[in-house]
C-alpha cells in the first residue's frame, strides 16, 4: 500500500501544493488538508490520508447504486472512505462524507483483500460509494486494477466533479458509474453544494463520447430547489441533445438530512410527473427511487412497451431478455447484461475485509 498521490504540484512562490484533481484546485499550506480533508500537505507533498482504509463494507443489490442496466439482480461489494469534495448540504452519508474523524474508518484492507472478499461472497463487482471515489482516486484504481485481473467489475458512485486529466485515467479503470447530477442550474450547485455544474456535464459528455464505461444518472429531486418542471424539461432535453436517448436516468426521493431538515419530503407524484416530463423529452429508460412504485421501477422495452426487467424494491421479478433484447419485438436493451439475472434479492449484508 502507498499514500502517494498524483495530480497535484508546488506552487515555488508560496511553497503550499496545488491539488489538480478536482476544480476546486486547493491551496494547501503545509501541515493543512484541502477541502476534502483526506488530501493532506505533508512536509511538501501532497498524501491521500485514508488510502488502505475503509468506512465499511456491505454487499448490496446492484440496483441500490442505483443501476438497472448493469448486471441486474446481482451482488456487489460497496465501500467508501471518509470526506467528500463537495459541500452538500443535504447530504443523506454525512456521517461519512463530512466526517473529520479519521476514526470512523473500520479498517484497513488492501486492495488485493478487497476483491478477494468479492470473489468469496460471490459479488460480481465492487462499488466505490458512500462518499465520492474521485478523492480516494489512487486507492480505487488499484483496486480496479486487481478487480480486472480477477473478471471482477467496478463501479464509481459520483458527482463527477473531477478535473479532465485524472478524469482520464479514472474511469478508464472503471466498468460502470451512477453519475449524481444534482440539479440543472447553477444556482443550485453554488449554493447547496459549494461546487459548479459545468463540470459534470463535462464528465457526463466525456463518458458518452470517450468511454466504453456503462453509466446511468441520478436525480435527488428536492421541495423548491430542483424541481422545477421547466428546469426538469432542460435538464432531459440536454441530456437527449449530448448523451442520447438511451442513457438511463433516476429521480429520487429526498429526505430531510443534515443541515436541510427544514425541507419535506419529496411527494411521490413530484416524481411521477419528473418523470413524464423525462419521458416526453424522449428519454426511453427512466426510473423512480426511495419510494415504493414497482411499476416504475421497472424496465420496458423502448419500442413495444413488453415488460423486460421487473424490480419491487431491488428484487427482480420477471426477466425476459432474450439475446440481450426484447422476446417480443427484438429491440436491444442498452446496458451489460448476463444471460441471467442474480438473485442476490433486497439483503444488504455487511462484511468484514482484512
Known amino acids: 500500500m502507498t499514500d502517494t498521490t498524483r495530480w497535484w504540484h508546488r506552487d515555488p512562490q508560496t511553497g503550499k501544493v496545488v491539488c489538480t484533481l478536482c476544480p476546486r484546485h486547493c491551496r494547501i499550506p503545509d501541515g493543512s488538508r484541502g477541502f476534502c480533508f ?10 491521500l490520508t485514508t488510502y488502505g482504509r475503509s468506512s465499511g463494507f456491505c454487499i448490496d443489490p446492484i440496483e441500490k447504486k442505483p443501476l438497472n442496466h448493469f448486471l441486474p439482480g446481482t451482488a456487489v461489494l460497496s465501500l467508501g472512505t471518509a470526506g467528500c469534495n463537495l459541500g452538500c448540504k443535504f447530504c443523506q452519508n454525512h456521517d461519512i462524507s463530512k466526517s473529520r474523524q479519521m476514526d470512523t474508518l473500520a479498517g484497513e484492507a488492501s486492495p488485493q483483500a478487497i476483491v478477494r472478499a468479492a ?4 459479488c460480481r463487482s465492487i462499488a466505490f460509494t458512500y462518499n465520492d471515489p474521485v478523492i480516494w482516486a ?7 486494477r486487481t478487480a480486472r485481473e480477477h473478471g471482477v467489475r467496478t463501479v464509481a ?10 478524469r482520464r485515467e479514472f474511469f478508464a479503470h472503471m466498468d460502470a458509474a451512477n453519475v449524481d447530477l444534482k440539479a440543472f442550474n447553477q444556482a443550485f450547485y453554488r449554493k447547496l453544494t459549494q461546487t459548479s455544474l459545468q463540470p459534470v456535464l463535462d464528465t457526463l459528455v466525456y463518458l ?5 464505461v456503462w453509466f446511468e444518472i441520478t436525480t ?3 421541495p423548491g430547489e430542483n424541481d422545477d418542471p421547466d428546469e426538469t424539461r432542460r435538464m432531459c432535453d440536454w441530456i437527449v441533445e449530448h448523451l442520447g436517448p438511451d442513457v438511463p436516468l433516476h429521480f429520487t426521493a429526498f429526505h430531510p438530512d443534515y443541515k436541510m431538515l427544514d425541507h419535506p419530503p419529496t411527494p411521490h407524484r413530484t416524481l411521477v410527473d419528473a418523470r413524464d416530463i423525462a419521458i416526453d423529452a424522449g428519454l426511453h429508460h427512466v426510473y423512480v427511487g426511495n419510494v415504493y412504485d414497482p411499476g416504475r421501477e421497472s424496465t420496458r422495452c423502448a419500442a413495444c412497451g413488453e415488460l423486460l426487467i421487473e424490480r419491487n424494491r431491488y428484487a427482480i421479478g420477471r426477466f425476459a431478455l432474450e439475446r440481450g433484447g426484447c422476446p417480443k419485438c427484438g429491440r436491444t436493451l442498452p446496458g451489460v447484461f448476463e444471460r441471467e439475472a442474480g438473485q442476490w434479492g ?3 449484508l455487511p462484511v468484514l475485509v482484512g
Do not use: C, M, S
Open 38 to 47: 483526506v488530501r493532506a500537505n505533508v512536509d511538501g507533498r501532497l498524501i
Open 119 to 122: 470473489l468469496e461472497h460471490g
Open 138 to 144: 489512487e486507492y480505487a484504481i488499484d483496486i480496479a
Open 157 to 166: 458512485v459520483t458527482a463527477g466533479y473531477i478535473d479532465p486529466e485524472p
Open 208 to 212: 458518452k463520447r470517450e468511454t466504453p
Open 220 to 222: 435527488l429531486v428536492i
Open 346 to 348: 433486497r439483503r444488504r
